[in-house]
Nanobody
């Protein structure tokens, strides 16, 4: 059974940092790209970052470039999203997701339609 479990969310002050973790099970993480997405109340879910197989390629939304870093540890079956320089904004739920087959090596997309399995999410709130 494929599972993805996010953790690491919380309340942080503007300018602060959080590291989100996505622990996976039920599949071989090495073989799949993984994406991070977020959804704020009343807004569409948007792609934040993704990482390809072998970590050879990463993509970031323009709004987070230079502040967020995505990494993966296949041995720990975990994908991380390091978020620095967080900006004041309302609560958002961050999700990680596994890409939809067929597997494409070395590429990843920020389109949610490319992903098939999703975690339950972890909430992040940036506020003073």
């Amino acid at each position: 059974q494929v599972q993805l479990a996010e953790s690491g969310g919380g309340l942080v002050q503007p300018g602060g940092s959080l590291r989100l973790s996505c622990v996976t099970s039920g599949f071989t993480l090495d073989h799949y790209a993984v994406g991070w997405f977020r959804r704020a109340p009343g807004k569409e879910r948007e792609g934040v970052s993704c990482i390809s197989t072998g970590a050879s390629n990463t993509n970031y939304a323009d709004s987070v470039k230079g502040r967020f870093t995505i990494t993966r540890d296949n041995g720990k079956k975990t994908v991380y999203l390091q978020m620095d320089g967080l900006k004041t904004e309302g609560p958002a739920v961050y999700f990680c997701a596994r890409v939809r087959p067929p597997i494409r090596l070395g590429v990843c997309s920020l389109s949610e339609y490319e992903y098939i399995d999703w975690g339950q999410g972890t909430q992040v709130t940036v506020s003073s």
